[in-house]
């Protein structure tokens, strides 16, 4: 059942997946955790697009500076590699098709390209900018320690992650590049619905998705 919650909390993540861009529509205030240690195989350095093959993981590759025990916001974006032009390039040719890409491209490709040395930095200029583009306004708070529990938040830090199998949602479908060939995908970043369903982003979010 979809509820406004007063307050989530949610870790950061790169162009999030829908379930977390539903959570933020639904939310009064967004707090992100600022402060955890970096956790490797999740959506804090990698989102799931869909691809001319079927379902595609872009992966930003990154520096812990601290080994394991680096706090998110000190994870540094590796330049050891072109991984921007690469990304670009595949979410280009995954949805060059799509009925709005054009219409979104150049800022969202500005961002990509432009990548800050921060990981966290970057995931909170994209995010800023994909609520833009997305028609929503949301205070959004940062921790500035770790602290198990938030009091009065609702705590979707370890919600959101590759192996999880979407269970607690439901996805309505909607049309996509390659649906016709492999079938509806759901749960993927957030900028397949975008350029997909364009200005019918914002009212899918409220209405498409449903949280058990």
Not at 35 to 46: A, C, G, H, T, V
Not at 51 to 76: C, F, M, Q, R, W
Not at 107 to 124: K, P, Q, R, V
Not at 181 to 187: E, L, P, Q, S
């Amino acid at each position: 059942m979809t509820t406004i919650a007063p307050r989530i909390f949610v870790s950061t993540a790169y162009l999030p997946p829908i379930s977390y861009m539903y959570h933020l529509v639904h939310a009064n205030k967004v707090l992100i955790e600022k402060k955890e240690n970096y956790q490797k195989q999740s959506f804090r350095n990698r989102c799931e697009i869909y691809g001319a093959n079927g379902i595609l993981a872009l992966s930003i590759p990154v520096k812990k500076v601290k080994g394991n025990h680096t706090p998110v916001d000190e994870v540094i974006v590796s330049a050891d590699e072109p991984w921007q032009a690469k990304q670009w390039r595949a979410i280009e040719s995954a949805y060059n098709a799509s009925p709005f890409f054009m219409h979104y491209q150049d800022e969202l490709e500005e961002f990509i390209m432009g990548a800050s040395a921060s990981l966290f930095d970057l995931n909170y200029k994209l995010l800023t900018k994909l609520l833009e583009l997305i028609g929503v306004q949301k205070e959004i708070l940062f921790t500035s320690d770790f602290q198990d529990d938030i009091p009065e938040s609702e705590d979707f830090r370890n919600n959101f992650s590759p192996k999880n199998e979407n269970a607690a949602y439901t996805f309505a479908p909607y049309t996509q590049v390659f649906s016709g060939k492999f079938g509806f995908k759901a749960n993927l970043s957030i900028i397949d619905l975008l350029f997909n369903e364009g200005p019918a982003t914002l009212d899918y979010l409220r209405h498409g998705v449903i949280f058990k």
